[in-house]
C-alpha cells in the first residue's frame, strides 16, 4: 500500500477560517504506550518496530474495539531527531527472522514504514487508508483528526515512535559527513548544539524583560515532578530523580543560557492513539475526548533563527487560530500542555496562548507561583520531555488521560478538566490540538 | 593523601549505561581513608541519593563542570578522576588539574585494588 504524505489541505494553517468543520465530532479514545529505553538492546522485540506493534495493539485493546474494525493509520515514518544506524553495520539476524520486513532493511529499526506495520499486524485486516504525519505525533494526530472528520477513516490508529541506538545523539548521518546539504550546513557548520536558537531567544527574552536564567527552575522542578508521576515515562520506570532548583542551578552550560537540564533526553518509545467518530466512541471502552480544533503553525523567520520579536508575532498567531477553531477563549483552557522540548521555548507558547491572562514577558514570574497540577494555574501536568524523556508527545497522551479521568496521581485537582492545549514542537512550526471533556 | 572522583554513567556499575566498576571499590577506597565522592551529569541530589541507598558517605558530590571546585576545597597530594568520556571527563579533569584514568586503568590502581592512602585530610 502506497502512504502519502499529508497534503497542506489538511491542516489550518491560517486565520479566518472560523471553527473547524469537525468540531466535536472526532474523538481520541484510546491510548497505548510502549515501555522506555534509554537505547536498543538488540533484542527484535525492543526495536523500534517491535514497540510500535506493543503500542498500537495496547491502545486497540484500551479503545475496546476488535482489530478487523480499524481502518486507518496514520504515522510519522522518522524515527529519531539524530541516531543513526552506521554504515555497514550488518542488521541482526534475528530481526529477520521475528517479523515480516519490507524493502528495506532498516525499516522497523532506524525508520518506520506504514508497510512494516501492516506487514506485521496480520489482524488489520480492514486498512483502507494510510497517511504520514511526519515530524511528531503533534503532526499525525491533527492528520488523523481531519482524517476522521473528512470521512476518509472511521476508527484510525495514530502512531508515533522513537528509536535510539548506543553512542552519541547526533554524531551520525549528516553530521558526521564532510558536507552538509542545504541551509543546514550554515547552522552546522559551526557545530551548535540542538538548543543553541531556543538559547539565543532565551537571552534575548532575559534582555527583553529583566529575568534570569534562574527563574527557569521552579518550572523544571515542575516538569520533572510531574513526569515522575507518569509511568509510561522514562524517568517513573528507570531513574526516579527529582531536579531540584539547587540541582538545575548547578548543572554544566550546554550553550549558554541554557543549561544540561534545558536539554532532554533520547529514549526509545512509542505512543498510539485511536481515533474514531464522536458517534463509534460512545460504544467503546473510554470515555472520549473531542477534537475541537488543530492548528497549524507554518510562519517561516526572516533569518535562520527566529528573533524573539518573530516567535512572539507567531504564538500569538498561532494562539488566535487556536481558539478561533475550537470556537473558545483562553479563559476556557482548564490547563495548558504545550511543549517543552526546549523547556526555555515553553513561556513563548503559553504567554502567545494568553494562558491564565499571561502577556509577554510574564511567565517566569508565573512559575514562581503555584504551578502544580493540585493548584489552579497548572503548567504542563504531562511533565513534557523533561519529565519523561524525549517523545514529544507526552503532552498529548496527558491531555486525554486528564480528560478521561484517570491521569492517576498526575490527575489535576485545583481544576475541573474540561478542556486543554497541547502541541508543538516549535514556537515558529507546530501542530496543536484542543481537546474537550464535552463534544460542545 | 588521594582524592578521587568517580564518573557515575558509564563508569560506575549502577550507572546508565552500566561501566565495570563495582560500587564496592568506592567504598573499599573510602574505607581505606582516601577522600572520595562523585562527579557526574546526574543531579546533585541524585548522586547524594545514590551514595545514600549504597551506605557510602562520600565527601562530595558535584556537576560535571564543577572538579575545579572540588580541588580548591580539599587539600590532597594528588587527584584523580575515572570516567568513560574523552570529552566530558577526560579534557575537563585534565583542565582542572587532575590526573584521569579510565575504568579499567582504574582497576589497576594499587589505592583501588588492595587499598594504600596515607594520613588523615584535612578541608580547606
Known amino acids: 500500500m502506497s502512504t502519502p504524505t499529508a497534503p497542506y489541505s489538511m491542516y489550518r494553517p491560517k486565520e479566518g477560517l472560523g471553527p473547524w468543520e469537525h468540531r466535536g465530532k472526532v474523538a481520541a479514545v484510546g491510548i497505548g504506550h510502549s515501555p522506555t529505553a534509554r537505547r536498543w538492546d538488540g533484542r527484535p522485540e525492543h526495536s523500534v518496530g517491535g514497540i510500535s506493534l506493543m503500542a498500537l495493539r495496547r491502545a486497540i485493546e484500551d479503545a475496546g474495539v476488535a482489530a478487523d474494525q480499524i481502518d486507518g493509520l496514520v504515522m510519522d515514518p522518522v524515527t529519531t531527531t539524530g541516531a543513526y544506524w552506521p554504515q555497514g553495520k550488518p542488521i541482526p539476524n534475528d530481526m529477520l527472522a521475528v517479523f515480516k520486513a519490507t524493502d528495506d532493511p532498516l525499516d522497523g529499526i532506524a525508520k518506520l514504514s506504514a508497510d512494516w506495520i501492516l506487514n506485521n499486524m496480520p489482524e488489520l485486516t480492514n486498512v483502507r487508508f494510510t497517511m504520514y504525519g511526519p515530524g511528531c505525533m503533534s503532526n499525525a494526530i491533527c492528520v488523523a483528526a481531519q482524517a476522521v472528520g473528512d470521512g476518509l477513516t472511521h476508527t484510525c490508529l495514530v502512531l508515533k515512535s522513537w528509536h535510539n541506538f548506543a553512542g552519541r545523539y547526533y554524531q551520525g548521518g549528516a553530521n558526521a559527513g564532510n558536507a552538509i546539504p542545504g541551509s543546514a550546513a550554515l547552522r552546522a557548520l559551526w557545530g551548535t548544539p540542538a538548543c543553541y536558537g531556543t538559547a539565543l531567544q532565551f537571552a534575548e527574552y532575559c534582555r527583553k524583560y529583566g529575568k534570569h536564567h534562574d527563574m527557569m527552575a521552579p518550572f523544571i522542578e515542575n516538569s520533572r515532578n510531574n513526569g515522575l508521576k507518569f509511568p509510561e515515562g522514562y524517568w517513573a520506570q528507570h531513574r526516579p530523580e527529582q531536579i531540584t532548583a539547587e540541582d538545575y542551578k548547578a548543572a554544566r552550560w550546554i550553550a549558554k543560557p541554557a543549561n544540561l537540564f534545558d536539554n532532554d533526553l533520547p529514549i526509545m518509545v512509542s505512543a498510539a492513539y485511536l481515533y474514531t467518530t464522536a458517534e463509534r466512541a460512545r460504544d467503546m471502552t473510554q470515555k472520549p475526548v473531542y477534537i475541537l480544533n488543530h492548528a497549524l503553525s507554518d510562519g517561516r523567520p526572516r533569518s535562520l533563527t527566529p528573533t524573539l520579536d518573530e516567535v512572539e508575532a507567531e504564538t500569538a498567531r498561532t494562539a488566535r487560530k487556536i481558539y478561533e477553531g475550537a470556537g473558545i477563549c483562553a479563559a476556557d483552557l482548564s490547563f495548558e500542555n504545550m511543549y517543552d522540548g526546549f523547556p526555555q521555548f515553553h513561556q513563548f507558547h503559553i504567554e502567545g496562548l494568553g494562558y491564565r491572562g499571561l502577556q509577554f514577558g510574564d511567565a517566569l514570574d508565573f512559575y514562581q507561583g503555584d504551578i502544580g497540577i493540585h493548584g489552579p494555574n497548572p503548567i504542563l501536568p504531562s511533565g513534557g520531555n523533561i519529565g519523561c524523556g524525549r517523545s514529544r508527545f507526552w503532552m498529548h497522551t496527558d491531555c486525554i488521560q486528564q480528560l478521561q479521568g484517570r491521569a492517576g496521581a498526575r490527575q489535576v485537582t485545583g481544576v475541573k478538566p474540561e478542556v486543554a492545549v497541547s502541541g508543538g514542537p516549535m514556537p515558529l512550526g507546530g501542530h496543536f490540538t484542543v481537546w474537550s471533556a464535552t463534544p460542545d | ?124
Open chain 2, 1 to 124: 593523601m588521594i582524592l578521587i572522583s568517580f564518573d557515575i554513567d558509564g563508569t560506575l556499575v549502577v550507572g546508565d549505561p552500566p561501566g565495570i566498576l563495582e560500587v564496592d571499590l568506592v567504598r573499599a577506597a573510602k574505607n581505606q581513608g582516601l577522600l572520595v565522592g562523585s562527579c557526574s551529569d546526574r543531579p546533585i541530589s541524585a548522586q547524594r541519593a545514590l551514595w545514600k541507598q549504597h551506605g557510602i558517605e562520600v565527601d562530595f558530590t558535584v556537576s560535571k563542570h564543577m572538579l575545579a571546585d572540588v580541588k580548591a576545597q580539599f587539600e590532597a597530594a594528588v587527584y584523580y578522576h575515572v570516567g568513560d568520556r574523552e570529552d566530558l571527563d577526560k579534557r575537563p579533569a585534565e583542565r582542572a588539574g587532575f590526573e584521569f584514568l579510565w575504568p579499567h586503568e582504574a582497576l589497576e590502581m594499587p589505592w583501588l585494588s588492595r587499598g594504600s592512602c596515607g594520613a588523615a585530610t584535612k578541608q580547606r
